[in-house]
């Protein structure tokens, strides 16, 4: 923790890219995604890539590693899956607490490798924990507005076992990730509270929310000043935002989160806007450009990528990180707020 607050003051620290758009390199079939282990399984795999920890582990060392080769000081779990809630569409809720485990142990690894190899940069891993497939503070039935598909409660125990094995595992910080409902991520942050008392751990949290439209707010309605008044109650190493959006389109709402907390700020914005199929064409230069706009503006502490980043992406953002200073994290600004 001393460390990893001590690098955060010296610099600006650079998350890794996008894990899926690395695996989609690999174009794994369903009997990779199954191995021997999985081989009757019945229903589908393929997709699963969090299951990729237990059946190709080595591909997940691999970009652990390219991200870090990049500039990357930080990478996150391949977790972002990985709950009982998500994972009940594979019908592997009994594998959760396995994955995020090894998953954390694979990461781990990496980074204490790539720590030795550089001691000069030492290297952490963020245990990622997604929103789940199901949101608490809406109903997914325009016709029965009052129904919820999960309970707040069932999400605090679904976040708690995950949260446990990627302690377990041996994570660093713990990143609460593409929050589209915060309700969600108050349940994941209220799992995590417990769960620092009952194993006498003390791991720094990270949250990261999606804005997802050209109206400035979170699914579940929220602009980024609400966002972060919502979470402000827990003590967190940084607040940002990721995916959803590009890096050009994301700036206004970091400067919200600049001028009022006193908590470091993140992003890690998509490689631009998806095309009409789906995909991401914004090369790292134009990328790295864009995000030079925080760095001038002083609005970051930690920078990395989203949907269709790869170590390209990461080594220009890296390089061109490293002739700016990070945001100081100071006392809040503006307290009267919350």
Same mark, same amino acid.
Request: proline share 5%.
């Given at each position: 923790?001393?460390?990893?607050?001590?690098?955060?003051?010296?610099?600006?620290?650079?998350?890794?890219?996008?894990m899926?758009?690395?695996?989609?390199?690999?174009?794994?079939?369903?009997?990779?995604?199954?191995?021997?282990?999985?081989?009757?399984?019945?229903?589908?795999?393929?997709?699963?890539?969090?299951?990729?920890?237990?059946?190709?582990?080595?591909?997940?060392?691999?970009?652990? $590693?390219?991200?870090? *080769?990049? +500039?990357? !000081? =930080?990478?996150?779990?391949? %977790?972002?899956?990985? &709950?009982?809630? /998500?994972? @009940?569409?594979?019908?592997?809720?009994?594998?959760?607490?396995?994955?995020?485990?090894?998953?954390?142990?694979?990461?781990?690894?990496?980074a204490?490798?790539?720590?030795?190899e550089?001691?000069?940069?030492?290297?952490?891993?963020?245990?990622?924990?997604?929103?789940?497939?199901?949101?608490?503070s809406?109903?997914?039935?325009?016709?029965?507005?009052?129904?919820?598909?999960?309970?707040?409660?069932?999400?605090?125990?679904?976040?708690?076992?995950?949260a $446990?094995?990627?302690? *377990?595992? +041996?994570? !660093? =910080?713990?990143?609460?990730? %593409?929050?589209?409902? &915060?309700?969600? /991520?108050? @349940?994941?942050?209220f799992?995590?509270?417990?769960?620092?008392?009952?194993?006498?751990?003390?791991?720094?949290?990270?949250?990261?929310?999606?804005?997802?439209?050209?109206?400035?707010?979170?699914?579940?309605?929220?602009?980024?000043?609400?966002?972060?008044?919502?979470?402000?109650?827990?003590?967190l190493?940084?607040?940002?935002?990721?995916?959803?959006?590009?890096?050009?389109?994301?700036?206004?709402?970091?400067?919200?989160?600049?001028?009022?907390?006193?908590?470091?700020?993140?992003?890690?914005?998509?490689?631009?806007?998806?095309?009409?199929?789906?995909?991401?064409?914004?090369?790292?230069?134009?990328?790295?450009?864009?995000?030079?706009?925080?760095?001038?503006?002083?609005?970051?502490?930690?920078?990395?990528?989203?949907?269709?980043?790869?170590?390209?992406?990461?080594?220009?953002?890296?390089?061109?990180?490293?002739?700016?200073?990070p945001?100081?994290?100071?006392?809040?600004?503006?307290?009267?707020?919350?």
């Open positions: 923790m001393s460390n990893l607050e001590e690098q955060l003051k010296r610099k600006i620290l650079i998350l890794d890219g996008a899926g758009t690395m695996l989609q390199e690999y174009k794994f079939t369903e009997e990779d995604f199954r191995r021997n282990r999985f081989a009757q399984w019945p229903v589908s795999l393929q997709g699963n890539n969090d299951l990729l920890s237990l059946t190709q582990p080595e591909a997940i060392a691999t970009i652990h $590693r390219k991200y870090f *080769e990049a +500039g990357a !000081d =930080i990478v996150e779990t391949n %977790t972002f899956s990985g &709950t009982t809630i /998500a994972m @009940a569409d594979y019908q592997m809720e009994d594998l959760v607490y396995e994955m995020n485990y090894e998953s954390a142990r694979i990461a781990k690894k990496v204490e490798e790539m720590t030795a550089q001691p000069g940069q030492p290297r952490f891993v963020a245990g990622a924990m997604g929103p789940t497939n199901k949101t608490a809406m109903s997914p039935d325009v016709n029965d507005p009052g129904f919820r598909a999960i309970s707040f409660e069932e999400l605090r125990v679904a976040y708690k076992q995950q $446990r094995a990627l302690i *377990e595992g +041996g994570v !660093d =910080i713990l990143l609460i990730e %593409t929050v589209f409902d &915060t309700l969600n /991520a108050k @349940a994941a942050l799992a995590i509270d417990e769960l620092k008392e009952e194993l006498g751990v003390d791991v720094p949290v990270m949250v990261s929310g999606t804005i997802t439209d050209a109206s400035g707010r979170t699914l579940s309605g929220q602009t980024a000043e609400a966002f972060l008044i919502s979470v402000s109650h827990i003590p190493l940084s607040i940002g935002f990721n995916c959803a959006l590009g890096a050009k389109q994301l700036t206004p709402h970091l400067e919200v989160l600049n001028r009022y907390t006193d908590s470091g700020v993140s992003a890690y914005p998509n490689a631009g806007l998806p095309n009409a199929f789906g995909e991401y064409d914004q090369d790292s230069e134009e990328m790295a450009s864009q995000i030079r706009e925080y760095l001038e503006k002083g609005l970051v502490n930690i920078l990395g990528g989203c949907c269709g980043t790869t170590p390209d992406h990461i080594r220009a953002i890296a390089e061109i990180a490293k002739d700016y200073k945001r100081p994290i100071e006392k809040l600004k503006n307290p009267e707020i919350v």
